[in-house]
């Protein structure tokens, strides 16, 4: 059962191979259903979730594995295996796919209306999840729909801010200051995610002072001089600084 595990270790796997339906269903039961721990140590394998997900990332036939997989997700849903769904949902971020996008977003809505999976934070688990897959869309317009009619609901604002970002980290821009204002998000974290937006925004090529402007004025307006410095030493624009302070 065991023996496409070597194909995992062959740079040229991708290329040459694909997972059978068989294998691919036999490695779901045993380590997402199941989640029996892999056979195999290596940081990148250290998970049942993770050793799956590269199964699929080496196959040449993603489609119809994503095909399987859903069957699987939706046995574990009308079986309410909490501990099962949590794996499939990690291993949906770890590999995504298109064909994942609607089986989660229904499954979101669905755990919304169960408090034992909202006490799980199966919920928060399907929108990290869906953050992931969003890569994998031709059409976003869906999921930037979603992720705004969250960003005022406490529960699930820190998901939606950071499913805008990862979709456009210009669409983030408008929520920052508003996010000054959630207890929820502590200042180290808060100081993370805006470090990220500045990072993405050089990656392309775009000056994050001029971006950020408006939106940090308002954040920081009422701090003191040092307050303002020190958060702009800790999100990465220490430089730019005294531009703020000047206005």
């Known amino acids: 059962m065991l023996g496409w595990i070597p194909k995992l270790f062959d740079p040229h796997y991708a290329e040459e191979n694909a997972v059978n339906r068989t294998e691919w269903r036999s490695a779901l039961q045993r380590y997402i259903v199941e989640g029996t721990e892999p056979p195999v140590e290596r940081f990148d394998m250290a998970s049942p979730e993770m050793f799956v997900g590269r199964m699929f990332k080496a196959a040449d036939n993603p489609d119809e594995l994503a095909a399987e997989a859903l069957l699987v997700f939706a046995e574990l ?18 590999a995504p796919h298109s064909s994942y996008a609607t089986p989660v977003h229904d499954f979101f ?20 999840t869906l953050q992931e897959i969003q890569g994998t869309l031709d059409d976003t317009a869906e999921m930037k729909e979603l992720w705004e009619s969250f960003i005022d609901i406490p529960r ?29 998000v502590d200042t180290a974290t808060r100081a993370g995610f805006l470090r990220e937006i500045v990072r993405q925004l050089r990656a392309k090529q775009v000056d994050p002072f001029t971006a950020l402007h408006g939106a940090l004025a308002d954040a920081f307006s009422g701090l003191s ?12 624009l220490a430089d730019d600084v005294d531009k703020l302070l000047a206005t």
């Open 109 to 128: 809505y669905s755990s919304c209306g169960f408090s034992t999976r909202r006490d799980l934070g199966l919920d928060l688990q399907a929108l990290r």
């Open 225 to 236: 001089e040092a307050e303002i410095r020190r958060h702009f030493t800790d999100i990465g």
């Open 77 to 94: 849903d009308e079986e309410d295996n909490v501990e099962a769904i949590t794996r499939w949902l990690e291993l949906a971020i770890i």
């Open 156 to 184: 699930f604002r820190w998901g939606a801010i950071n499913g805008l970002r990862r979709l456009n980290v210009s669409l983030t821009i408008p929520h920052i200051a508003r996010m000054f204002g959630w207890p929820e």
